[in-house]
């Protein structure tokens, strides 16, 4: 059990365009989700924290407008990157926790924009 | 600010020698530490946390508060071991922070 999904697992935009990437908990219900970047070579970097029903936490340094996320229930978030820039390409990595004792993992998502 | 250090990015061992992977943390409040495994081509997944206190896979990690340290540890190292390791510290709000990872590889 705690599987965690994301869509799409590849993606490819251009400079301009927006682009929402999905997170799913498959077999659970996911209280809070979470949102990384994870730069090649480097570690993962925490985004935003969101709860069911609440507005994200963003971290500092993470620009809430450029960075859309939503929580509309206990198995789906989004995460829109806005007008999107080649400096935004990066691997996003989503995990999802049930009851804040350990936060499960999905694939991740590669976006690139030309 | 919390910070989280892992000082070798690669680590080589041969198979059935111990392995020590090293994890240095910072952090003003009571520290929650995390072993993170990634495996090739899989997804991130926890391999154990301080306050288990167990071992998982034959690994161990003690928390050393006085040396701010949480290494993880293995007597015998197995080839199928080789992989990315993640040292994470929980702060508020279940909030990782992660280390940059070791890359341990385990040759036969």
């Known amino acids: 059990g705690a599987v965690v999904s994301q869509h799409p697992s590849r993606v490819i935009c251009k400079s301009g365009t927006s682009v929402k990437i999905e997170c799913r908990s498959l077999?659970?219900?996911?209280?809070?989700m979470f949102w990384y970047r994870q730069f090649p070579k480097k570690s993962l970097m925490l985004m935003a924290t969101?709860?069911?029903?609440?507005?994200?936490?963003?971290e500092q340094g993470v620009e809430k407008d450029k960075f859309l996320i939503n929580h509309a229930s206990l198995t789906l978030s989004t995460l829109t990157v806005t007008s999107a820039h080649p400096e935004d390409s990066s691997f996003y990595i989503c995990?999802?926790?049930?009851?804040?004792?350990?936060?499960?993992f999905g694939p991740g998502t590669r976006l690139t924009v030309t | 600010a919390q910070r989280v250090t892992q000082p070798e990015k690669l680590l080589s061992v041969f198979k059935g020698a111990p392995v020590e992977l090293k994890c240095n943390y910072s952090?003003?409040?009571?520290?929650?530490l995390f072993w993170y495994v990634q495996y090739s081509r899989q997804r991130l997944q926890l391999l154990l946390r301080?306050?288990s206190r167990e071992s998982i896979k034959g690994f161990t990690a003690d928390l050393n508060k006085g040396e701010t340290s949480f290494h993880l540890k293995k007597p015998f190292a197995q080839e199928e071991d080789s992989a990315m390791y993640y040292c994470?510290?929980?702060?508020?709000?279940?909030?990782?922070?992660f280390g940059e990872g070791t890359q341990l590889t385990v040759n036969p």
């Open positions: 301080h306050i």
């Open positions: 952090y003003s409040g009571s520290p929650e």
């Open positions: 995990s999802a926790s049930r009851d804040g004792y350990e936060q499960y």
């Open positions: 077999d659970f219900q996911a209280t809070t």
């Open positions: 969101s709860n069911e029903g609440s507005k994200a936490t963003y």
């Open positions: 994470a510290l929980e702060t508020s709000g279940s909030r990782l922070t």
